[in-house]
């Protein structure tokens, strides 16, 4: 069963970190490119970072550039983000999502 899913959301205080984790299952992971993609309340979908099957090219938003950080490990099939100098309006759902494949997603909430 093709399966992501993200863990490591919570609610946390302006200015503090999170990481998020991705696990994949089912397929080989190590093949393909993923992103990291949020929803904020009442908005819609949103990139926020790439890495590419390999690990060693990432991509972000411009809005998140020198704060958050993509990573993953192709020998354990996962994937993380790690996000500093959180703001409130980074507050949302972050999903991992790999092609079609999408988890469940886990919550982000940034508030003092």
């Known amino acids: 069963q093709v399966q992501l899913v993200e863990s490591g959301g919570g609610l946390v205080q302006p200015g503090g970190s999170l990481r998020l984790s991705c696990a994949a299952s089912?397929?080989?992971?190590?093949?393909?490119?993923m992103s990291w993609v949020r929803q904020a309340p009442g908005k819609g979908l949103e990139w926020i970072s790439g890495?590419?099957?390999?690990?060693?090219?990432?991509s972000y938003q411009d809005f998140v550039k020198g704060r958050f950080a993509i990573s993953r490990d192709n020998i354990k099939n996962t994937a993380d983000l790690q996000m500093n100098s959180l703001k409130p309006e980074d507050t949302a759902i972050y999903y991992c999502?790999?092609?079609?494949?999408w988890g469940p997603g886990t919550q982000v909430t940034v508030s003092p």
């Open positions: 999502n790999i092609g079609h494949v």
């Open positions: 890495i590419d099957s390999g690990g060693g090219s990432a």
């Open positions: 089912g397929f080989n992971f190590s093949h393909y490119p």
